[in-house]
């Protein structure tokens, strides 16, 4: 059997047995406090997990800077004055987890790296989500991600260190070429925050690496 067919075969099951087990309603444990967006796990390797997300999200534009702390910072800022009103349509909306960062790091020590910040819209207002400058929606369907749990705090280094964690994971799996041929080889990645800053325990976060099939 061609490794294509053997990979899409591998695939359809896991598909199957995630429906079979309840993956579709996997959530990390905060997510019982407050409203996640839920997904379906497809595949659960050595220190990664592959899963479908159908989601929308509000985000902001691009964001410069040298410190992911700073551009998350700047970017939760604009998001919570969204749900606090400052929309379209003057509109509260209910907080949601994760916030979400998208990282573009930069191509040297002295460049700026990119971040785009996104909160999980909620249910009830995914239909016609109000509207705001300098932010957008972006609409998950069918859209897959390599995922790696970590805990505590998420700091620039630490946030860098997992992600190569997860890449050094995928490595040798049958993902890895299917990820990297999807996100044309860049270093993207996203990170992902469900803990209020006030919670000092039990803490979680994730890393993604978001692709199409």
């Not at 929308?56 to 551009?71: E, P």
């Not at 609409?139 to 992600?163: L, P």
């Not at 039990?202 to 890393?207: F, Q, T």
Request: with cysteine; proline share 5%.
């Amino acid at each position: 059997m061609k490794t294509v067919d053997l990979f899409k075969l591998t695939l359809v099951v896991s598909l199957f047995l995630g429906r079979l087990w309840g993956g579709g309603a996997a959530v990390p444990p905060p997510c019982s406090k407050i409203e996640c967006p839920t997904y379906t796990v497809v595949y659960v390797g050595n220190g990664f997990e592959i899963r479908r997300y159908d989601s929308l999200w509000m985000s902001t534009s691009t964001i410069q800077g040298f410190s992911f702390l700073a551009g998350t910072q700047t970017g939760f800022t604009q998001l919570f004055n969204y749900i606090q009103g400052d929309n379209n349509e003057k509109k509260k909306i209910e907080m949601t987890a994760p916030v979400l960062t998208q990282i573009t790091p930069s191509d040297g020590p002295f460049c700026e790296s990119s971040f785009v910040v996104s909160f999980y819209v909620p249910e009830a207002n995914q239909a016609n989500p109000p509207l705001a400058k300098g932010l957008h929606t972006q609409n998950w369907v069918h859209k897959y991600a390599a995922v790696r749990q970590f805990g505590g705090f998420a700091s620039d280094i630490g946030v860098a260190m997992e992600a190569a964690a997860l890449e050094t994971s995928l490595t040798g799996s049958s993902w890895y070429n299917v990820i990297k041929k999807s996100r044309n080889g860049t270093s993207v990645y996203t990170v992902a925050q469900y803990n209020s800053p006030f919670d000092f325990f039990n803490r979680i976060n994730e890393i993604l690496f978001i692709f199409d099939m």
